[in-house]
Structure formats: structure tokens, C-alpha cells
């Protein structure tokens, strides 16, 4: 394995877990300030370009009155797909 392709593998993962933590900060409301609200916008802004370019192509799913975003889902399948073919 290349070295430009184990950093690949290595961005791919800290991606996904990155990733994850989003999924469950966005479970509970923002922090109001500090260090704490200063990760919170790094790990929207890290992770918002890959979900909004998933989100348009794929809006929200409609349940009732409430949206369910599929986004994140597709790219954890992405994410597994591309580190099964590369690493």
C-alpha cells in the first residue's frame, strides 16, 4: 500500500468518525459558548459540505410533519465502501 493511499484510509476514518460525533451532537440542543460551541461549529463545518452535496441530491424523507435526513446514512455507505476498495 502507496503512502498517499494509507493517508486516504486514515482521512476516511477520522471522516467517519468525525462524522459520527455530529450524528450524536446533533441529538441535543448547541452549547451556548465557549470551547465547547467552538467544536461543535468545527465539526458542522468539517462535515456540511459532504452532507449538503448528499442533501441535494438526496433531500430529506418526508414522515408527517418531520424530515428525515438519509445523508449521513449515505455517506457512512460510502465511506465503508471506499475503505473496503482502497484499504
Do not use: H, K, N
Request: proline share 8%; net charge positive; aromatic share 8%.
Amino acid at each position: 500500500m502507496t503512502v498517499a493511499l494509507r493517508i486516504i484510509c486514515i482521512l476516511l476514518t477520522v471522516f467517519q468518525v468525525v462524522l459520527f460525533v455530529r450524528i450524536i451532537l446533533s441529538w441535543f440542543p448547541p452549547p451556548s459558548g465557549g470551547i465547547a460551541r467552538t467544536l461543535y461549529d468545527l465539526i458542522y463545518r468539517v462535515t456540511e459540505p459532504v452532507l449538503g452535496l448528499v442533501r441535494g441530491l438526496l433531500p430529506p424523507v418526508r414522515m408527517g410533519v418531520v424530515g428525515l435526513d438519509l445523508s449521513p446514512i449515505i455517506v457512512f455507505i460510502a465511506i465503508v465502501v471506499l475503505q473496503r476498495a482502497l484499504c
